[in-house]
């Protein structure tokens, strides 16, 4: 299921003579799917995303595609080390990632509970 940020329509240059066409709601797209609207409803919140060698990626969720890659923008990486001063995990600044279906581990959403229950419904 892809899911990606909308954008709303920018007129683009015409003549005085035209006028804008009305646009649709994004919600009222006729192949939606629920799917689709419910990871609506993550878009920009923020994740947490465990990989299969023990790192974490925490930033804003961006988008997900059909294969199940997720994007996260502003995304920090933490790692384990094994030295214990100051601290034992490592962090860096990465940007916007795209971290592949295939090395994710985990994955959580900051959401109420009430969302949190509601997404259990996504899994098939």
Same mark, same amino acid.
């Given at each position: 299921?892809?899911?990606?940020?909308?954008?709303?329509?920018?007129?683009?240059?015409?003549?005085?003579?035209?006028?804008?066409?009305?646009?649709?709601?994004?919600?009222?797209?006729?192949?939606? @799917?629920?799917?689709?609207?419910?990871?609506? %409803?993550?878009?920009? !919140?923020?994740? &947490?995303?465990?990989?299969?060698?023990? !790192?974490?990626?925490?930033? $804003?969720?961006?988008?997900?595609? %059909?294969?199940?890659?997720?994007?996260?923008?502003? $995304?920090?990486?933490? !790692?384990?080390?094994? !030295?214990?001063?100051?601290?034992?995990?490592?962090?860096?600044? &990465?940007?916007?990632? &795209?971290?592949?279906?295939?090395?994710?581990?985990?994955?959580?959403?900051?959401? @109420?509970?009430?969302?949190?229950?509601?997404?259990?419904?996504?899994? %098939?």
């Amino acid at each position: 299921m892809e899911v990606s940020a909308e954008s709303s329509l920018v007129p683009q240059h015409q003549s005085p003579h035209q006028s804008n066409p009305p646009t649709m709601p994004v919600s009222s797209e006729p192949n939606s @799917s629920p799917f689709v609207s419910q990871v609506r %409803k993550m878009l920009f !919140r923020r994740m &947490l995303v465990g990989v299969n060698d023990g !790192r974490f990626f925490v930033g $804003a969720f961006h988008c997900i595609d %059909k294969q199940g890659n997720v994007i996260l923008q502003d $995304a920090v990486e933490y !790692r384990s080390t094994h !030295r214990s001063l100051p601290s034992p995990m490592e962090q860096r600044c &990465l940007g916007l990632i &795209l971290i592949p279906a295939s090395c994710r581990s985990s994955c959580h959403v900051d959401c @109420s509970l009430e969302e949190q229950l509601s997404l259990l419904s996504l899994k %098939k």
